[in-house]
């Protein structure tokens, strides 16, 4: 039995699972964000982190926005480093590639 896609769909940091929907929804909560995806990104620490990619409604420094992401989330939710992008990829059913985001954290 092979499982793939969205067993995924969870972050595991540090042996504490993390679903990216509640950080995702959170970050939502902003006035500057439009969309966003939460992805895994391999730590070295804690196994696995969180970077955070954001579409931007307006102008907002990551400071701001990690700022709000620590008032409301617990603090082993709030994602390590956010990445502003023009659109999030989408496949044709409109869901986000995240396997596409994680790939770009490779290059970081």
């Given at each position: 039995?092979?499982?793939?896609?969205?067993?995924?769909?969870?972050?595991?940091?540090?042996?504490?699972?993390?679903?990216?929907?509640?950080?995702?929804?959170v970050?939502?909560?902003?006035?500057?964000?439009?969309?966003?995806?939460?992805?895994?990104?391999p730590?070295?620490?804690?196994?696995?982190?969180?970077?955070?990619?954001?579409?931007?409604?307006?102008?907002?420094?990551?400071?701001?926005?990690?700022?709000?992401?620590?008032?409301?989330?617990?603090?082993?939710?709030?994602?390590?480093?956010?990445?502003f992008?023009?659109?999030?990829?989408?496949?044709?059913?409109g869901?986000?590639?995240?396997?596409?985001l994680?790939?770009?954290?490779?290059?970081?």
């Open positions: 039995l092979y499982l793939v896609g969205r067993v995924k769909d969870m972050i595991i940091r540090g042996g504490i699972n993390i679903y990216p929907a509640e950080i995702e929804q970050m939502l909560g902003h006035d500057a964000v439009a969309d966003v995806a939460a992805v895994a990104w730590s070295r620490e804690l196994g696995e982190d969180i970077a955070a990619f954001v579409v931007a409604a307006e102008p907002i420094e990551e400071a701001a926005l990690l700022t709000y992401c620590r008032e409301h989330l617990a603090r082993y939710k709030v994602p390590r480093a956010v990445f992008v023009d659109a999030l990829p989408r496949n044709g059913f869901k986000v590639l995240k396997k596409d994680a790939a770009r954290l490779d290059a970081v």
